[in-house]
């Protein structure tokens, strides 16, 4: 089957612009993730959707960003007003919901914000 | 909420000695300890998890140790090989209830194996 699917795989946008990163889940996995990877740096949790729930916006690091999941599938990472800051591999992992607690990465969005 | 330390940033070793990647975590609640791999340009994969339940696991030449009075964890890698050769991430969470994990992960380490 198919893996977690993220488009773009490269954006590169003038500072200032919005952008819009999509991540399609692997079918049937109710837990959705997106996290960013800056250079040299680790895994910085942003936000985090769990069935229906209200999603964990806690990682979230200004209100310039926002996410959204539609029909419990796929989801949408949405960045106002671009800074050069915000460069960075925007990755995506789902997870089936059950115990085993392991995430399936995607092959992650590298933004670069000129 | 939860900070996980990471340690060393790199590591080099020789083809067939061992390496060990030590993490450190703040929240006593949490109850799950991935690692994760990434190799150059590719996606995380998950390599080796445990639960607080558990001290010790081992597959094939990884294991993964546990101490929770201490609050640290370590992955344990024995008679490496050029293809070991990436970056680890250690990870930390804790389970609300059933269902998925929320994880702090690690700045991670950046593992040479030399030739």
């Known amino acids: 089957g198919a893996g977690v699917s993220q488009s773009p795989s490269n954006k590169v946008t003038e500072k200032g612009k919005d952008v819009e990163l999509r991540c399609d889940p692997i079918?049937?996995?109710?837990?959705l993730y997106w996290y960013r990877q800056s250079l040299g740096q680790g895994l910085e949790f942003l936000i985090y959707?769990?069935?229906?729930?209200?999603?964990?916006k806690s990682g979230l690091p200004s209100d310039r960003f926002s996410a959204e999941r539609t029909g419990g599938s796929v989801s949408t990472l949405t960045i106002q007003r671009t800074q050069q800051e915000d460069s960075a591999v925007y990755l995506c992992a789902s997870s089936p919901g059950t115990t085993t607690g392991e995430l399936f990465f995607g092959e992650g969005s590298r933004l670069t914000v000129l | 909420g939860e900070n996980v330390e990471q340690h060393p940033s790199t590591l080099s070793v020789q083809e067939g000695d061992s390496a060990v990647i030590k993490c450190t975590y703040s929240?006593?609640?949490?109850?799950?300890f991935p690692w994760y791999k990434q190799e150059l340009g590719k996606r995380p994969q998950l390599i080796i998890d445990i639960r607080s339940n558990v001290g010790e696991k081992k597959d094939q030449r990884i294991a993964v140790t546990l101490n929770k009075t201490a609050k640290h964890f370590s992955l344990h890698i024995t008679e490496t090989q050029p293809e070991d050769s990436a970056v680890y991430f250690c990870?930390?969470?804790?389970?609300?209830?059933?269902?998925?994990?929320?994880?702090?992960f690690g700045k991670g380490t950046k593992l040479s194996v030399i030739p």
């Open positions: 959707f769990q069935g229906n729930s209200a999603p964990d």
């Open positions: 990870a930390a969470s804790k389970n609300p209830g059933a269902g998925s994990y929320q994880l702090t």
């Open positions: 929240d006593s609640a949490s109850n799950y």
């Open positions: 079918s049937g996995h109710t837990a």
